[in-house]
């Protein structure tokens, strides 16, 4: 056959050579009238492509990640945020840090109090870094799921909250020498005219005069109604740089009438959040539809889909959909890199922001799929294919005009049985050239070069250490660790390495004085450690209280919660100041009868996948002498099959027998009241056999380094 065709069908073979494309009309003619034609014209114009992205945040994703040992720490980022290796995205959106639950647990704040003010605690200034480190080109934006208390004594919508993130923006400027490009007003929780136009006076008179501010975010039917209240107040037009709005790709798209009244402002569309919750393959492709149906359906410019690294603990939610690289075991080194990432790599790795999509070269393909067309401003230009459900191989039949590049096309390629290689190139001849393509695949298609696939082996799979002992003593600058020590997953609140309040070392506390202005309904402030199979063992640990305090420990905790709320299953033994001890069975399901929220929250919680019985039951419990805040003391939970004991200073004081959980993490937990949270100490964290006495540190591995090398606080 005398004329080029690529072949992207039967078994993703590779393109066979590159030949002409013939210019006799008889030879042109043969093409037929089932060949849809497309014309790239390079001064046709087009919006600018303002990138695409992942999540980081949406609670503490990729905790873990920071306790990684290197290499294998850098590794995992480079797949993501490495140009022409991985993912290669050029967008990241961060969760700034509020203390709250917001869905994959929480993360700690600059300012636990209106006083406070730290530039080192948790791990997302140091994403921010490894990133931009990896891709200085790379866009930051962000906003807040949840927030300190203290804010608006509890209001999010205040100039207290605009205050919060202009203090923190400094942080990141003047201690990281960063800068956010855009800026979201809190992550889908309704509108508020008034704080949007509070939050750019506050911007402009901080020296963030040029950060973009997108708003709502919102997810539900209506969430972009407040577009129309722009032609008739200024300043809130003014104050709104981007429209924003979340979970346009199988949720509640932009409607044509919403599109072209963001026209007539001038005003791009982001998509801040989108969600691809599938498996396999279907999630690369899906990703792909995601991105070109956004820009050719909802006129979307920037995709930034929820979440980049699962850096926690398999059994929280959502911990392997969606994410590109499952990284569940710094202890071991191993992690796995879903195919999902190569989804993102036919974008990132063929794209920049800035470049700019190609009017009349972007649409749905006749035989089903869709293509999008972007330029760079040098003349190069990628083609980004996707065929999902379509029946049967097309042809499209490509003329190019304008100010287009001349060089070849390098083709990269990924169906069900292999993904993202590399196919023949596509020599250009006469303006033109044609190719095939297979069903349920997709293509990228780009004059630019070194793409690649790029791998690291990762270690075997090992099962958390056990036995495990943590004194908190290693941690001689808790800065330099964010004030994070290993393995802990905070689920609410902070718990932060700190100075033992006898002056004798160091411990962990829960820091968060007051509750949170949570994203997602509380219960006790908790963080997990360990093994969700351990069934039979003893957890413990020596536990300090302060004036009007409760809290204790956790075990057989095996579910922490659907997303939208943190209820978790498993036991706890609790110790308050009054000497109240009690060993309680907690069933997990909230309440239904006292459900909070609006109505979409509601219905989030009333369809969750959990359909246990709800609530908590007292097993035991026994009101102690001499106890009082102010002192040391050592709590532990015995497991040995059904049989439950509490002990306090190594002396029984509560048993019970129960089966309803044999096996699950274990934790520390700090009592929530109404106005307070209670902060109370823990040191010497236990877990080991049943009736171990003895027990040695819990030692780094080789390579477990921390991820500030200096003190922020100090600069």
């Known amino acids: 056959m005398n004329r080029q065709i690529v072949w992207g069908w039967a078994l993703a073979v590779c393109l066979s050579a590159s030949v002409s494309i ?46 990684y040992p290197e290499p294998q720490r850098s590794q995992i980022l480079d797949l993501v945020y490495k140009p022409k290796f991985g993912a290669s995205v050029s967008a990241l959106f961060v969760e700034i840090p509020g203390d709250g639950n917001s869905t994959q647990g929480s993360m700690p704040s600059h300012k636990h109090t209106r006083e406070d003010l730290n530039y080192s605690r948790g791990y997302t200034w140091w994403i921010m870094q490894e990133a931009k480190k990896r891709n200085p080109d790379l866009t930051l934006d962000g906003t807040a799921w949840s927030a300190p208390g203290w804010v608006g004594d509890g209001k999010f919508w205040s100039q207290d909250a605009a205050d919060y993130y202009v203090s923190w923006l400094k942080g990141l400027r003047d201690v990281y020498g960063l800068e956010f490009t855009a800026i979201g007003c ?31 975010d919102n997810w539900y039917k209506g969430k972009l109604n407040f577009v129309k209240d722009m032609f008739i107040d200024k300043e809130l037009c003014d104050a709104i740089d981007i429209i924003g709005g979340h979970v346009f790709y199988e949720g509640e798209p932009v409607s044509v009438e919403e599109r072209a009244m963001a026209e007539k402002l001038g005003k791009p569309i982001w998509d801040t959040e989108d969600h691809v919750y599938k498996k396999g393959f279907d999630c690369l492709i899906s990703l792909v539809e995601c991105f070109n149906g956004n820009y050719i359906h909802n006129g979307a410019t920037k995709i930034v889909n929820w979440y980049d690294i699962a850096g926690i603990y398999p059994m929280e939610p959502y911990s392997e959909d969606p994410p590109t690289v499952l990284a569940y075991e710094p202890w071991s080194g191993h992690f796995k890199v879903r195919q999902a990432l190569w989804g993102y790599a036919h974008y990132g790795q063929f794209t920049q922001v800035g470049w700019e999509y190609l009017n009349g070269a972007c649409m749905d393909l006749n035989g089903g799929g869709s293509l999008v067309t972007l330029k760079s401003p040098e003349g190069d230009y990628s083609i980004i294919i996707e ?68 791998s690291y082996d990762a270690p075997a799979s090992k099962p958390f250490p056990f036995p495990y002992y943590e004194t908190f003593e ?123 929220g609006d109505a979409e929250q509601q219905a989030f919680i009333k369809n969750s996948k959990d359909e246990g019985e709800g609530g908590e039951k007292v097993l035991a419990s026994v009101k102690l002498s001499g106890i009082s805040s102010g002192k040391w003391y050592n709590l532990k939970l015995r497991f040995k099959g059904n049989e439950i004991i509490g002990f306090i200073d190594d002396k029984q004081v509560l048993k019970a027998n129960d089966d309803l959980y044999g096996h699950g993490m ?49 600069k």
């Open 474 to 596: 290693q941690y001689k600058h808790p800065e330099q660790y964010g004030y994070l020590p290993r393995y802990t997953a905070d689920i609410c609140g902070a718990f932060e390495i700190a100075d033992r309040p006898d002056g004798k070392g160091k411990c962990m506390r829960q820091v968060v004085p007051v509750p949170t202005i949570s994203w997602a309904p509380d219960w006790k402030y908790y963080s997990i450690i360990g093994d969700s199979a351990w069934n039979d063992y003893d957890v413990s640990a020596d536990l300090y209280l302060n004036s009007g305090d409760a809290a204790g420990i956790m075990g057989r905790i095996n579910d922490v919660g659907s997303g939208y709320g943190i209820i978790p299953k498993g036991y706890y033994l609790q110790l308050g100041d009054d000497g109240l001890c009690k060993l309680v069975v907690v069933r997990g399901k909230v309440d239904k009868k006292k459900l909070i």
């Open 186 to 216: 809190r992550n889908e929780k309704e509108v508020s005219y008034d704080f949007v136009k509070w939050f750019r006076k506050t911007l402009n008179a901080n020296g963030f005069s040029n950060l973009k501010i997108h708003a709502f």
């Open 387 to 454: 065929t999902k459900g379509a029946k049967a191989p097309q042809t499209l039949h490509f003329t190019l005009d304008g100010s287009l590049s001349d060089n070849n096309l390098c083709v990269w390629h990924s169906n069900a049985e292999k993904q993202f290689t590399r196919l023949n190139d596509i020599k250009i001849t006469g303006k033109e050239f044609t190719l095939t393509i297979a069903p349920d695949a997709v293509y990228s298609l780009s004059t630019t070069t070194g793409q690649q696939k790029g």
């Open 22 to 67: 013939p210019e006799s009309h008889a030879q042109k003619k043969e093409i037929g009238n089932s060949v849809q034609k497309i014309r790239l014209d390079g001064n046709a114009g087009g919006k600018r492509f303002d990138g695409i992205g992942l999540v980081n945040g949406g609670g503490a994703t990729s905790v873990l990640l920071k306790d």
């Open 666 to 714: 274990a934790g520390l937990f700090a009592e929530k009241y109404q106005d307070k949270v209670s902060t109370p100490y823990f040191d010497n964290l236990r877990i080991a056999e049943v009736g171990t006495r003895h027990l040695k540190p819990t030692a780094a591995f080789h390579g477990q380094t921390p991820i500030y090398t200096t003190s922020k606080k100090e």
